[in-house]
């Protein structure tokens, strides 16, 4: 069976200051897909990063930061710096090759960035 | 260009009566998902299509739920003889390559579904 967990239901941080969301991810499976997606208060879902089984590789995208590790099955999310902008709910996702590309999303974490 | 769009918006309905939910995704996208987000909850799988096809309807919360896609493009979800506990948000998504996995999925703005 396949699970994501986001075990941070909320958080607050004061703006200029680093935080990072958690993702643990459960699946049998070798080949997987990661997302994270942004959900500001608008209630859309905006994409922000996909990152496949094999490709370890941490990636930054300006403020934004990924750590994958397959080692202990997390996949996080780091803002650098953050913005009152930022405050959203974060999800993360996992799609595994054999359902169709069906997205097992966590339950989110509630991020708020105090001016 | 445009993205995936939902409407109505907002729904509004009575106990018992049936509602449908409509989803027009970005153009070229050949798979397209529902998901249904409950207050304070995740984003709960509903059903997706290759194409016009539904290849797995398990995710459906019971046989008051449908859902049909014509022409590779529009989708609607209905709903029949609505319960309270169907309240929520409606999500559609798309993708744009049929059937594989890992693909980016879109999504729309959803509609709030409220049974008064």
């Known amino acids: 069976a396949q699970k994501v967990t986001q075990a941070q239901t909320e958080i607050s941080v004061v703006e200029k200051e680093d935080v990072t969301l958690d993702c643990v991810y459960e699946?049998?499976?070798?080949?997987?897909?990661l997302f994270w997606y942004k959900q500001p208060p608008s209630g859309e879902l905006v994409f922000l990063i996909r990152r496949n089984s094999f490709d370890e590789q941490n990636e930054i995208s300006g403020r934004y930061s990924w750590n994958f590790q397959k080692s202990t099955s997390s996949f996080n999310f780091t803002i650098t710096a953050s913005q009152v902008v930022d405050s959203a709910v974060y999800f993360c996702?996992?799609?595994?090759?054999?359902?169709?590309?069906?997205?097992?999303f966590g339950t989110g974490t509630s991020l708020t960035v105090i001016p | 260009g445009a993205g995936v769009s939902q409407s109505p918006s907002n729904k509004v309905t009575e106990k018992g009566k049936d509602v449908e939910l409509r989803c027009d995704p970005i153009?070229?996208?050949?798979?397209l998902y529902w998901y249904r987000q409950s207050l304070g909850q995740g984003l709960e799988f509903l059903i997706y299509?290759?194409?016009?096809?539904?290849?797995?309807k398990s995710g459906l919360p019971s046989d008051r739920f449908s859902a049909e896609r014509t022409g590779g493009s529009v989708s609607t979800l209905t709903i029949q003889r609505t319960q309270q506990e169907d309240s929520a948000v409606y999500l559609c998504a798309s993708s744009f390559r049929q059937a594989l996995q890992g693909d980016t999925q879109y999504f729309g703005p959803g509609t709030r579904l409220t049974v008064l």
């Open positions: 699946t049998r499976d070798t080949t997987y897909y």
């Open positions: 153009s070229g996208h050949t798979a």
């Open positions: 299509f290759q194409g016009n096809s539904a290849p797995d």
């Open positions: 996702a996992l799609s595994v090759t054999n359902t169709g590309n069906q997205f097992y």
